[in-house]
Structure formats: C-alpha cells, structure tokens
Nanobody, 124 residues
C-alpha cells in the first residue's frame, strides 16, 4: 500500500512559478511510475507528466512540455513538479499517482494510488 500526499499548490499570477511535492509513505517508489494529473472544473482528469523511478525516464503532455519539469529525491521518497511560465489554463487540482512502472503512463486507469490533490490557481 502506498499513501501519497501532495503539497505546494496556491495562487500565482500568469508567468509565475510553483513547485508541487508528492511524498510517499508505506513503501518506496522503486518499482513505480509516479505521474501528475490535473483536473479543472467540468473537465476530465488529464495527464501532465510522469517519471519512472527505476531509470528516471520522464514523459510530459504536449501542453506543458518545456514549462514543467518532474524531478525526484530518492532519500525523501518524494517527487516534484516544477511549474514555470504558468498560464490561466493551468488552473486545476493537481494529483500525483503511482502506477506499476511499465504500465501505460498517460492513462489514469494505470494508476493504483492517488493523492488527495492540491489546488493551483493562475490569475491573468
């Protein structure tokens, strides 16, 4: 069993930056892919990016490529989502989730464990 807790959300102006954290407890991420998803009001939950813990491979949605970066801290069993050049359309609740490491990473249905989410609001 894996418990995930996100933090770091908040209100920021367009063009600003935020860093989200996803801390795991219960077991390590060593055999997992850790993904970030977001859900805006009235919209489907969408894939943002992911990192495979074992080899550090990273994949991003086209909408965030070049602006968002996922990183990890092995010692803290924590994954980060650095978000730069934020836009109003990035406003959403951001969730981290864990999936078996070779599962289809962009599908939310691959992910077995989810955090409660953290709100990110970008004002124009």
């Amino acid at each position: 069993q894996v418990q995930l807790v996100e933090s770091g959300g908040g209100l920021v102006q367009a063009g600003g930056s935020l860093r989200l954290s996803c801390a795991a407890s219960g077991r390590t991420f060593s055999t997992y892919t850790v993904g970030w998803f977001r859900q805006a009001p009235g919209k489907e939950r969408e894939f943002v990016g992911t990192i495979r813990w074992s080899d550090g491979s990273r994949y991003y949605a086209e909408s965030v490529k070049g602006r968002f970066t996922i990183s990890r801290d092995n010692g803290k069993n924590t994954v980060y989502l650095q978000m730069n050049s934020l836009k109003p359309e990035d406003t959403a609740v951001y969730h981290c989730a864990a999936a078996p490491q070779y599962a289809p990473y962009s599908s939310r249905y691959s992910y077995d464990y989810w955090g409660q989410g953290t709100q990110v609001t970008v004002s124009s």
